[in-house]
């Protein structure tokens, strides 16, 4: 676990004591204007003055400064969250009924964040943005990005750091006042984490999360200088005085490029007030916004299928952070996905572990499995790691272990097994795979090249392993849900869109869409199979749901259905099923 760079903010005046003074002045004002009661009177004295402070009270933007003192610090670490998803919740798991009911009855429970035309609004946690309106080249590449990173023409200073094991890190601060947090790539491995860091928050960025700026940054150490109240964390957990000796002895450890300068991810700290981590179930009570326990989320669910699509197996509390911050003069707690160095074919150590993504930190079932078969069973990822010649790096170090040799998007694990990527429904998961669909060959082309791989061989393998996994997901998705999207109604008749066919998994003559007309009382008006993305519903009554099942010849996928709300003749709802 990473220790949060400390958030360094300008303090202006505060936008609620501003207000406050406006008002006081105002209310003064209007106080003075009634008739003044006789000074000698201290009983009448006593009320004005009580008046006075009951309509300046009443004035008081309360609820904004109690928001902000009760919205307490969440902290987590790694062994935290292995003890809380791999051992309490995996061993509570049927103690809670509702989930052992749904086990039994098969059903999953649906997400609560999606509007009537089953799409996630904008929130606090997600912000529709590439598949809403594509973004260009250049939007992809900047990403978050409100600068070009550290500015090294006058050098930096390091003011704090922290080194565990071989993996130093360093906050610091540039000639401009930039704050931001360095991070290294392994000994072995260079350009492969720092690579990752910048990739992957781009990709999460424009598909519509919060992430902190991560740009690519070389320096010599010629450019860096340390803070005289500079301290350092290391392996003993203590913290001592950062002197240039020891920095000298923790940047040994750093590979340096063939001109002997040092490859670093910079991590721009966000403006906020640090709260800490978010949780992946349950809520902030305090928090007004947060109204639906994180688990039954879409857009936290979906991050299986997006961490799928980008090798991001690290997916867990201690990778994020809650920042609050003023919009419009009101305090919102904004979420932020956060290290990515675990994403594409990279982990914190080096290349990916071969079983990484395959299995979860502590995997039960695969475990189990394994004891019970005598080791006759293979895993996927024992499969995989034997057709690379036991080898993690067999493209290039700055790749690492990053292929779709026996990649299965419905196999897909994280490290922790949380409860939101468990509970994902077909419904999430179709809804994740219509964004990762909208990025082009050249949009994912765009944001590799953010990495600044120094091969041009070492891009072009990870934007063809992403554009080739882009592809096994929508195949899988569209064909395991139904990809029916644009309804549009006139004159009785109802048109749509068919994903699947649009990008070129199936075929018209391959697909055939079974529409039964249902009325209020779930009474079947009408059965029809249609071979086009057009029914004429008839005259059918007022109040009734047209549900269309696909049906794709020769797959062997069980049919999916999407239910269309009629009303008054106008669509009023879309679900599909989960």
Known sequence: MEMKEPIIMLKPAHPFKSSLRAKRSNLSAEIAAVAPL?????????????????MI??????????????????ETSFFADLFNQNVYYEGTNFLHLDRLYRFVAKKKLRSLDVNAYDEVPDSAFFVNRHARKPLSAEELAKGPAENEGPDFSNGLTITQGKFNGLHPGFFIKDSKGGAYFLKFDSEDSLELQTSAD?????????????????????????????????????????????????????????????????????????AGEDKGVFRFQGRRSADPQDKINHDCLRALRALRVFGSWLGEDDLREGNTQDLLVSDNGKPVLKHYLMD???????????????????????DYGDTGKAIFSFGFWKKPWQKRWKDTGENLMSVSPAVGYFDNRYFDPAKYKTQLPHYAFK????????????????????????????????????????????????DLIGKYGFETSSPLE?????????????????????????????????????????????????????????????????VRSGSKAQSAHVRVQIRSGRIAGIIHQD
């Open 38 to 54: 006789p000074r000698n009177d201290v009983r009448q004295r006593g009320l004005r003055m009580t008046i006075a402070i009951v």
């Open 57 to 74: 009270a009443a004035t008081l933007p309360l609820s904004a400064p109690a928001f902000a003192q009760e919205i307490k610090t969440q």
């Open 198 to 270: 910048s990739i992957a928050s781009r990709f999460f960025h424009a598909i519509g999360y919060s992430v902190p700026q991560y740009t690519i940054a070389t320096f010599t150490l010629k450019q860096v200088s340390i803070a005289p109240s500079a301290t350092v964390y290391d392996d003993t957990g203590f913290q001592k005085k950062l002197t240039q000796e020891r920095f000298e002895q923790y940047i040994t450890f750093v590979p340096q490029d063939e001109e002997g300068r040092y490859r670093a991810s910079a991590r721009k700290t966000p």
């Open 340 to 362: 990515f160095q675990d994403a594409l074919g990279s982990s914190s150590n080096g290349a990916k572990p071969p079983m990484a993504t395959h299995e979860y930190f502590v």
């Open 423 to 470: 509970d994902l429904t077909r419904a999430d998961a179709l809804w994740a795979t219509k964004i990762i669909m909208s990025f082009s060959d050249e949009n994912i082309r765009a944001i590799v090249k953010t990495g600044k791989l120094s091969k041009p061989e070492d891009s072009e393998t990870v934007a063809k392993v992403l554009i080739e996994r882009r």
């Open 486 to 550: 644009d309804f549009s109604l006139q004159n009785q008749l109802l048109s749509f869109k068919d994903l699947a066919i649009d990008h070129k998994f199936w075929t018209t003559e391959q697909t055939t869409y079974h529409v039964d007309l249902v009325n209020a009382q779930g009474k079947n008006l009408s059965s029809a199979d249609v071979h086009s993305p057009t029914i004429d519903l008839g005259s059918s009554a007022e109040v009734f749901d047209a549900v269309i099942h696909t």
